[in-house]
């Protein structure tokens, strides 16, 4: 059934994109907005915007009853829940399903199997996709012990109900556990309503690596290749690429063909990433978590395969079968990604609300910046630090830089703290071009930048 009219139950730069695609396939669209976002550039691009609540989220954005009360009152065929918020809430998904409206993205069922680590990884075990040596779920601290001994340390908690970084604790010292424990269990309370943990092996030097999938409604399932994710801080990402870099062939095809495996395995449907570790010394990888969603930094797998992926998710929730098959996709050049936020680097990234009075950002062909952020914008205290994400392409990763540098040297913004002078020196940066990176380097670049060294 072909959609007419979208709700987008999002905000910011991921609600101007939708926007866009939408556009793009003939689609009207219906914005939300907190009282905070009143002016903001999804209100003012959408065909008809609905106020749904005050500035805090979980009286705005979160509240399942006046999104679906929203989409019923406009007459909307679906709804596109970007990510963060409720994009990956199993009840807000049966909620539209109840009332008789897409959820443009995967079942309530897929979310469900894949929103618990525990459950996942049981999935992913019964698929054969390689798991990081780790304990099943974990409630009680002697259970922890016993476990954190038999892998030997460094070993690492997760929570198993949730992912972007909460509850997540590193333990190099058997001393150490214990408080680790009750800090990683107390913090998935509060982040999921949920204390349970589970145990991994620690990989010390490690990369972040992760495929992007498409699967419709026929049982079709590809993918659009890897991204490599490894530059992170606190467990958030801020620069992404495609294809990734320095991973041997076989190590690619492995992960490509275990996400599609997966993805069919659960019966996906929609776009969806799986998330891989690699351990670098060993040259293995293993299954981190899947993904329910649009992510993020996409952009740069679209660059690359010329996929626009949010379009094609509109596509599969009208029932619609993917238009190409695997062996259709190419790759060209690289992509890279760099996350611009409201953020003071140089004050341990504390937040940096206000107005801009300047932004100017870069232009070219090779340049593409998704954003919702104008000159005169008030960035807004109360959401997710993120004003735009700066993509280029270049025809191989030392142009991509080169153009990255050069894009970055000429980004204007002005009113507010932003991370572009510390971007700019992770382009520089010898290593990073040299891609002798994993999830931990980043850090590393950090305390150096707000120590005033020159990378």
Not at 148 to 161: N, T, Y
Not at 378 to 384: E, L
């Amino acid at each position: 059934m072909p959609l007419k009219r979208v709700l987008i139950a999002n905000r910011g730069e991921i609600a101007v994109r939708v926007i866009r695609a939408c556009r793009s396939l003939g689609i009207e669209t219906v914005a939300v907005y907190s009282v905070a976002d009143k002016d903001s550039m999804a209100v003012k691009m959408a065909d008809r915007a609905v106020c749904i609540g005050p500035a805090r989220s979980a009286d705005s954005y979160l509240k399942t009853g006046a999104l679906i009360a929203a989409a019923l009152g406009t007459k909307c065929d679906a709804i596109h829940p970007g990510y963060g918020f409720l994009s990956e809430n199993e009840a807000f998904a049966r909620a539209c399903e109840d009332h008789g409206i897409l959820f443009v993205g995967p079942t309530a069922e897929n979310i469900r199997q894949m929103g618990n680590k525990l459950v996942a990884r049981a999935i992913a075990q019964e698929v054969g996709v390689p798991l990081a040596p780790g304990s099943q779920r974990i409630s009680d601290f002697s259970v922890a012990e016993k476990i954190a001994e038999e892998l030997g340390m460094p070993v690492l908690f997760k929570a198993a109900a949730g992912g972007g970084g909460r509850g997540i604790r590193i333990v190099r010292q058997i001393e150490d556990l214990r408080h680790a424990f009750d800090t990683a269990s107390a913090e998935a309370f509060a982040a999921f309503g949920d204390n349970a943990l589970f145990l991994e092996r620690y990989i010390g030097n490690a990369r972040h690596v992760e495929i992007q999938i498409l699967a419709d409604m026929h049982g079709n399932v590809l993918h659009l290749g890897e991204r490599d994710c490894s530059l992170q801080r606190r467990y958030q990402k801020m620069v992404e690429e495609a294809p990734a870099s320095g991973v041997a062939q076989t190590l690619r095809d492995g992960m490509r063909a275990a996400a599609v495996s997966l993805a069919r395995h659960i019966g996906y449907r929609s776009a969806g990433t799986i998330e891989f570790i690699v351990d670098v010394d060993r040259g293995e990888f293993f299954f981190l978590e899947m993904n329910t969603r649009v992510q993020v930094e996409h952009p740069v797998s679209e660059i690359i395969t010329g996929i626009d992926i949010v379009a094609a998710q509109l596509a599969i929730a009208s029932g619609n079968l993917l238009p190409f098959r695997q062996e259709d996709i190419t790759f060209a050049g690289h992509a890279i990604e760099c996350r611009i936020n409201a953020e003071d680097p140089a004050r341990n990234f504390a937040p940096s609300p206000g107005r801009l009075t300047a932004w100017s950002p870069p232009e070219g062909q090779h340049i593409r910046i998704d954003s919702h952020a104008a000159q005169g914008y008030v960035v807004p205290p109360y959401y997710d630090s993120l004003v735009g994400k700066l993509i280029v392409h270049g025809q191989d990763r030392a142009e991509a830089i080169t153009r990255m540098q050069a894009a970055l040297d000429h980004f204007g913004v002005a009113g507010i703290r932003t991370t572009i002078p510390f971007l700019r020196q992770v382009m520089a940066n010898p290593d990073f071009a040299a891609g002798k990176v994993n999830t931990t380097w980043l850090e590393g670049v950090a305390k150096e930048f707000m120590a005033g060294t020159v990378v």
